[in-house]
């Protein structure tokens, strides 16, 4: 069996990863080493798997790296940063396999969605390509959600408006959301109770911790709880930024076989969600088709979207990050004609950033490799 070692499995993404993996018995396939970046020589974490390690290994010793045929990193840029290259270098000719965007623009990195790009995969795989990185999460979410259009080839153009959640920042910020809305509802929680008080005096008081030196902001720089932030990532100087950057050309990156490429461009901002991206696209079709068969392509797109009604009950219930947290579902609904243009079509969807916009790619890119390896 292949040699697999696992960094990062105890952060947010790695611990997704890991309860994915066990509860499809994934492990039974492998042969798992564990490594830490700050841990090393501790006890392996108490799972029912049958270990190759007795002890945590050290993440940034290559000699012990280079001993396994896949690395599995959900560490974060910086890791990969110092150590990818290093590993390489060294000789080493397996497979890593990357959570974070450092490698995913890179000529011989593969950007792994497989229910959209499997032929790239096979064919990157036969090439002797051994970098294969997650894509980004709303990216994902978005390719899955409108696989059915893209199949058809009826997408001109997508401008994609981002509802990014808390998590997507990492779990220091999901922390601090809360704190936030701890600290928000803390200052007013006496005003609350007297119902004759005027909601406006209330909202002031509120307002007023929120710009004051006193609010948890230490992640996040400003409040997120009883706000938003239009803007995510890196400044590009050019208006635009690196999320915003990332919907097109990691887009026609993962569309590279199979596909015919696609404009996206749109805005990302945070909001005070606790976990799961949600996305209003705008899309451009080809051809004016009726809405009908619209749904019904998008519905059958791939299993994991579930298509909601476009109406009240139906989108205010099943339609939110409440609904769809935890689950492998991609919610898809609000599919109505614009009036800007015939060929306009708006669309909602909502799914969890953490499953198929994070460790989902990578869980099943590692099956891949074991089966193709065997």
């Known amino acids: 069996m292949k040699k697999v070692g696992f960094i990062g499995w105890r ?30 020589g501790q006890k392996n974490p108490e799972w029912n798997i049958k270990y190759k390690n007795e002890l ?13 045929d896949i690395v599995i990193t959900c560490q974060g840029g910086e890791y990969t940063d110092k150590v990818f290259s290093k590993l390489r270098k060294s000789g080493w000719n ?19 969605l497989d229910p959209i790009n499997q032929l790239s995969i096979d064919e990157a795989y036969d090439k002797g390509i051994k970098n294969w990185v ?9 390719l899955l959600a409108i696989h059915g ?5 009826l997408v001109e153009w997508v401008s994609s408006m981002t509802y990014q959640a808390a998590s997507g920042a990492g779990a220091k910020n999901m922390r601090e959301l809360l704190l936030q809305m701890g600290q928000i509802y803390s200052s007013v929680s006496d005003d609350l109770i007297q119902k004759d008080l005027n909601i406006l005096d209330i909202d002031g008081k509120a307002m007023a911790l929120m710009n004051s030196g006193n609010f948890q902001k230490d992640n996040f720089k400003v409040p997120l709880a009883g706000n938003l932030i239009p803007w995510i990532d890196e400044d590009l100087n050019n208006g635009q930024s690196r999320e915003e950057w990332k919907g097109q050309s990691e887009t026609n ?7 015919k490429s696609i404009k996206v461009d749109g805005l990302c901002v945070r909001i005070g969600t606790m976990r799961s ?6 899309i451009k079709l080809k051809k004016n088709i009726p809405i009908e068969t619209i749904n019904k392509i998008i519905s059958n797109g791939n299993q994991w979207v579930k298509l909601i009604q476009n109406d009240k009950k139906s989108s205010m219930n099943l339609l939110s990050p409440a609904a769809v947290s935890g689950k492998l579902d991609i919610a898809v609904g609000r599919i109505r004609k614009l009036d800007i243009e015939e060929n306009c079509i708006s669309v909602f969807t909502v799914g969890d950033q953490l499953l198929w916009g994070a460790a989902e790619p990578i869980r099943r890119m590692l099956k891949i490799l074991i089966k193709k390896g065997r």
């Not at 952060?11 to 090393?40: H, R, W």
């Not at 991206?277 to 705008?282: I, M, N, R, S």
Request: aromatic letters at 8%.
């Open 253 to 259: 990156k993962i569309l590279s076989s199979g596909f």
């Open 277 to 282: 991206h949600a996305q209003a696209l705008t």
């Open 134 to 142: 997650g894509g980004n999460c709303t990216v994902s979410l978005m």
């Open 94 to 112: 397996g497979h890593w396999v990357d959570a974070a965007s450092s490698l995913r623009m890179k000529k011989d990195s593969v950007i792994v």
């Open 56 to 68: 945590l290994i050290d993440a940034y010793n290559i000699e012990e790296l280079s001993k396994m």
């Open 149 to 153: 259009l893209l199949k058809e080839d």
């Open 11 to 40: 952060g947010m993404v790695g611990s997704v990863l890991i309860k994915s993996m066990i509860d499809e018995s994934d492990f039974k396939n492998l042969e798992p080493y564990f490594f830490s970046t700050s841990q090393a």
